[in-house]
């Protein structure tokens, strides 16, 4: 069964530096979909980026990119210049892109506090 | 278009009662996701809907759990006979079935508290 890990339960960042967050994720598959996920507090979840496992350019979004390690099954976000916006919980998430009912597996998230 | 919406955002109820809880999608989705999320946990996936059908359910819906979408836009969730065991955010997310994957967008939950 695959399993996505986040073990950082909390972060904090000064406003405008920047943060990384780990995951780690297992699967036997070769062709799959993982997403970091924000949950801000009080309100609805959206994707940040999602990166293809068989692509091997890292994904960017703005001032989000991602490192992903297919070997190493490792899979991080990276947050630039850190705005107090982005505090919230954040999620690392699997899709198998064989499965055609594209159900996410989740980790158990890390919650990020920006200080300002 | 507003998004995903869910209702109701909060929901208490005492343990044996029955409830539901009603996801409407972005309207030109054709598949409906429900998920649980408690407290310090990710969403763990429960069932989904492609248009009317339930094509997948996890094993964590027990039978007291029943999901419909009876003519491919809202779903209902219901739960008979709560347990405490029950309390979490139900999640939907909605998205449209193409190539690859399609990006889920999740509504705000419904939070429900089992006393």
């Known amino acids: 069964a695959q399993t996505v890990t986040q073990s950082q339960p909390e972060m904090s960042v000064q406003e405008a530096e920047t943060v990384t967050l780990s995951c780690t994720y297992d699967?036997?598959?070769?062709?799959?979909?993982l997403f970091w996920y924000k949950q801000p507090p009080s309100r609805q979840m959206i994707l940040v980026i999602r990166?293809?496992?068989?692509?091997?350019q890292n994904a960017t979004e703005n001032r989000f990119s991602v490192n992903f390690q297919k070997a190493a099954k490792s899979f991080s976000l990276k947050i630039s210049d850190s705005q107090l916006g982005d505090a919230a919980m954040y999620f690392c998430?699997?899709?198998?892109?064989?499965?055609?009912?594209?159900?996410?597996?989740f980790g158990k998230g890390t919650r990020l506090h920006i200080l300002p | 278009d507003t998004g995903v919406s869910q209702d109701p955002r909060h929901k208490i109820t005492k343990r044996g009662q029955n409830v539901t809880f009603r996801c409407d999608p972005i309207?030109?989705?054709?598949?409906l996701y429900w998920y649980r999320q408690t407290l310090g946990q990710g969403p763990e996936f429960l069932t989904y809907?492609?248009?009317?059908?339930?094509?997948?359910k996890s094993r964590l819906l027990s039978d007291r759990f029943s999901a419909e979408r009876p003519k491919g836009s809202f779903s209902t969730l219901e739960i008979q006979r709560t347990e405490q065991g029950d309390s979490a955010m139900y999640l939907c997310?909605?998205?449209?079935?193409?190539?690859?994957?399609?990006?889920?967008?999740f509504g705000p939950g419904t939070r429900l508290l089992v006393l």
């Open positions: 699967t036997s598959e070769s062709d799959y979909y």
């Open positions: 998430a699997y899709s198998n892109l064989l499965n055609r009912d594209d159900k996410i597996i």
């Open positions: 997310a909605s998205s449209s079935a193409g190539m690859g994957q399609e990006t889920q967008y």
């Open positions: 809907f492609q248009n009317e059908a339930q094509l997948e």
């Open positions: 309207s030109e989705h054709n598949r």
């Open positions: 990166q293809e496992a068989y692509k091997q």
